[in-house]
């Protein structure tokens, strides 16, 4: 094992985030409102949504997927989804009506980026597709979930991530190739971190205990569901054959 190769193998191994932690009656009760929507909406036809919980107000306009961009997407039906049940998103902004801090979408993603949510109702949970090589995000929940409001800043932060843009093709997450080297899973880990790092950074303003988003939900939320699960897939990565 080479100096690069012993640098890649300490840093997974101080940076796998593989434990667990016991959650409270309280948290609990907060996670599950991360992952539910604030209000029910009707996603037939397009429109703008406004939503507010306590001074955390945020809104978002979707159309229907024209057909340029169906062809577009037409990988992401490995991941699970139809083109029938996905919703282009055109305009994200999000503001804290008591300290005035506001979010639009041009300040975490260009405009080329095509963003979309899958609005149907599923059994079967889904996997949030980001592809920095195809440009495109698509959420496996609307906006209307808190939840996909930071999924969706953690995928912009691989957007705004040079390296990830770079070497997106060379790290790619749904490779085939096993195991991976302790460089690539270095590299994979380092891209979920910065990108969790970005969404902290970017969700910070608007964390308010009567709001959408608490300190303690998002800091349990990253290290224990996020990366957790990053880090778990990344192992697999390194020993599977």
């Known amino acids: 094992m080479?100096?690069?190769?012993?640098k890649a193998d300490s840093y997974v191994s101080r940076h796998l985030e593989l434990g667990q932690s016991t959650l409270t009656d309280q948290l609990k009760r907060e996670l599950g409102d991360l992952a539910k929507p604030v209000r029910e909406v009707d996603f037939s036809q397009p429109g703008e949504v406004t939503l507010k919980k306590g001074a955390i107000e945020w809104k978002f306009y979707h159309e229907d997927l024209d057909v340029e961009t169906m062809l577009a997407l037409a990988d992401i039906a490995k991941f699970g989804y139809m083109p029938f049940g996905i919703r282009l998103i055109k305009s994200f902004s999000m503001v804290n009506t008591k300290s005035g801090a506001r979010m639009e979408l041009s300040d975490i993603l260009s405009r080329d980026v095509i963003l979309a949510f899958d609005s149907r109702?599923?059994?079967?949970?889904?996997t949030d597709a980001a592809s920095v090589g195809t440009n495109h995000i698509i959420l496996?929940?609307?906006l209307?979930?808190?939840k996909s409001?930071?999924?969706l800043?953690?995928?912009a932060g691989h957007f705004n991530d040079f390296k990830a843009r770079v070497y997106g093709k060379i790290f790619d997450d749904t490779q085939d190739s096993f195991p991976i080297s302790n460089s690539e899973a270095a590299e994979l880990l380092r891209r979920e971190r910065n990108a969790s790092a970005f969404a902290l950074t970017k969700i910070?303003?608007?964390i308010d205990d009567d709001g959408p988003f608490t300190e303690s939900t998002l800091r349990y939320f990253v290290h224990h569901e996020s990366l957790h699960s990053h880090s778990k897939s990344i192992a697999d990565k390194l020993t599977r054959k």
Do not use: Y
């Open 2 to 6: 080479d100096d690069r190769d012993l």
């Open 121 to 126: 109702p599923s059994s079967e949970p889904m």
């Open 140 to 142: 496996s929940n609307p």
């Open 144 to 146: 209307t979930v808190p």
């Open 149 to 151: 409001v930071f999924v």
């Open 153 to 155: 800043l953690h995928e």
């Open 204 to 206: 910070r303003p608007f």
